[in-house]
């Protein structure tokens, strides 16, 4: 339950800034990294899923925006 609130925070740090460095809530060794997929790249403010994986333990957590927020979907 406690993992689960860190993983919503590090969506939300993402959602803030996609530079944000977060480190791995599961096994703590690596930082995050973000993959934005679109439902339609075409339109890409229709909205999709974010997947912020570990590349460590390959825990991954996947947010869906129906709106997306400035920060989604950005070439970095
Ligand atoms: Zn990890």
């Known amino acids: 339950m406690k993992q689960r609130k860190k993983w919503l925070d590090a969506a939300e740090s993402f959602r803030i800034d996609i530079h944000s460095i977060v480190k791995c809530p599961n096994c703590e060794k690596e ?8 439902f339609n790249t ?3 403010n229709m909205g999709g899923e974010r997947c ?3 590349p460590e333990c390959r825990k991954f957590e996947i947010v869906l925006y129906r709106n ?5 979907c950005i070439k970095k």
């Open 42 to 44: 075409n339109a890409i």
């Open 52 to 54: 912020i994986e570990c």
């Open 31 to 38: 930082n995050l990294t973000v993959l934005d997929i679109a």
């Open 68 to 72: 997306p927020h400035e920060n989604w």
